[in-house]
């Protein structure tokens, strides 16, 4: 079957380093992407991987190792505004569809 | 500004009554979707259009239908056949399936 797993709630404190995992179980694969979501708010694109490795961008990097069949989103110097859902999505190769992982929500303390 | 807009953000509807949701892209892309997004579960996919006048089922179309009659307007509209219509719609456009989506701000569908 199908299936993307993320942790349900994370917390952290301003200025520290947070790593928000996601596995996945899917029967094809061409890509993984994450998005950042405020509440109440529409989903960004903050991210997409598709080889092996690390992709760094800004504060925030994405890895990907699809042999284990698993992406982390690694955040670094945490601000208030980095508060928000994070959601992991999986590109099936067959139809270029993406499976969806309910999300992380992330709080960060002062 | 290109982009992406939903409307209305906030939409109540009696039990039983149709309405429709809109979304507009001035981005030219040719990729449109609909996802609904409930409490504690990921999006999921209703309805999505690759080019104009043609549009195909996602996971869970029923009781939901769309029209592409424009490259830039791809509306929801939800049905009294959907029977728990209760949730964000978010409306979603790309370039094509294969590159990353851009959302529009969603719509709060409450029917009472």
């Known amino acids: 079957g199908q299936n993307i797993d993320q942790p349900t709630e994370m917390t952290a404190t301003e200025g520290a380093i947070v790593q928000i995992n996601c596995t996945y179980q899917?029967?094809?694969?061409?890509?993984l992407f994450w998005y950042q979501q405020h509440a109440g708010e529409a989903p960004t694109f903050l991210s997409y991987?598709?080889l092996d490795g690390l992709e760094e961008k800004g504060r925030f990097s994405s890895f990907l190792s699809r042999s284990k069949g698993y992406s982390y989103l690694l955040l670094k110097e945490l601000q208030m505004k980095d508060s928000a859902s994070y959601l992991c999505?999986?590109?099936?190769?067959?139809?270029?569809?993406?499976?969806w992982g309910a999300g992380t929500k992330l709080i960060i303390k002062p | 500004d290109g982009g992406i807009t939903q409307s209305p953000k906030y939409l109540f509807r009696k039990e039983g009554q149709n309405v429709t949701l809109s979304c507009e892209q001035n981005?030219?892309?040719?990729?449109m979707y609909w996802y609904r997004q409930d409490p504690g579960q990921g999006l999921r996919l209703i309805y999505y259009?690759?080019?104009?006048?043609?549009?195909q089922k996602g996971d869970i179309a029923e009781g939901y239908s769309v029209s592409r009659e424009k490259k830039e307007s791809f509306p929801l509209t939800v049905t009294s056949a959907q029977k728990n219509p209760t949730a964000f719609y978010l409306c979603?456009?790309?370039?094509?399936?294969?590159?990353?989506?851009?959302f529009g701000q969603g719509t709060r569908l409450t029917v009472v």
């Open positions: 979603a456009s790309s370039w094509g399936m294969n590159t990353e989506a851009f």
């Open positions: 981005l030219n892309h040719d990729a």
């Open positions: 259009s690759q080019i104009v006048n043609d549009f």
């Open positions: 899917t029967s094809g694969f061409n890509g």
């Open positions: 991987n598709v």
């Open positions: 999505a999986v590109r099936e190769d067959s139809n270029y569809q993406l499976i």
